[in-house]
């Protein structure tokens, strides 16, 4: 349990915009965090998985990725949190969170972490912490960068995306927004003054490295090409001419022309067709003079054969 000296050094780092990191471990710590959030009482009883015919762990169902914090988890092959594995926690009274944002729940629909905003700052609440008595947090790769976040939050970086590209409105960090003289470098060189309460920076253009430069530091930040940009594959017909385009370039033709040609067309290929019965006729006519020529052979040699007799 802590002090009210230390209670009041959090609230001083509060006051000032920081992150506090509160994992809650029994009833004590739930006392300490009412009193730090300024609420009655929270009720945390210790809930325990395992007993009866309950599985024998819980596992984080509901993650809210589009929160500033978890965002760093937002691409499908980070965010499947169901791999890390929770004995226990503490059940806060859901009636006691209104003013808290929960941003992950067990798969029992308690809370497991939220963010309380307190002054200027935030406390990041867990309600089973990262011992192995509790859960397997502290074995998950997950664990660092989630430190990493809340260590960024807590020093007014601009969290959550690490990459962006051409076209991107990229956040610029909390901290250098009140005051003073800032400007971005791009890539070409050129220097862009912002506005003092300017809290975005939207003329990525260029791909490349800009720097947000004020009195104090200079924060560099990367503008990739977009990925689509690489794809070399041809495009099918049918997405350009949903587009209103096509494969024919050119002005438009003529319908009239059209009609022509299509008629020149069609009297081309009938008189093909025309000539080729004219063959097939004296192809018949060939024919049947053979058969004409073959039957009177035959009939001149039986009769021959009948006046002769046989030899």
Known sequence: PLGATALAALA????RGRMVLWALDGTAAARNLAT??????LG??????????????GILSQVELRDPLLAPFAEPRFSDFTKIHFWKYRRLD??????ARVVARFDDGAAAWLTWPVGKGAVFVMTSGWQPADSQLALSSKFAPLMQSLLEASAGLASGQVQFFVGDKVPLPASSAPGGDRKILKPDG??????KEARV??????PGVYSFKTAASTL???????PTESVTAPMALEPLERLGGGAATGPAPNPRATASALQSQREAHNANLEGQQKLWRWAILGLLLVLIVETAVAGRLARATAVGGPT
């Open 190 to 195: 050129s220097t862009v003054a912002l506005d």
């Open 12 to 15: 001083g780092h509060l006051g």
């Open 36 to 41: 730090l959030v300024k609420r009655g009482e």
């Open 44 to 57: 945390a009883a210790e809930k325990q998985w395992g007993s009866g015919t309950e599985a024998g762990y």
């Open 94 to 99: 859901d009636r006691a969170l209104k003013e």
């Open 201 to 206: 920076f939207g003329n990525t253009d260029l």
């Open 220 to 226: 560099p930040f990367a503008v990739n090409v977009a």
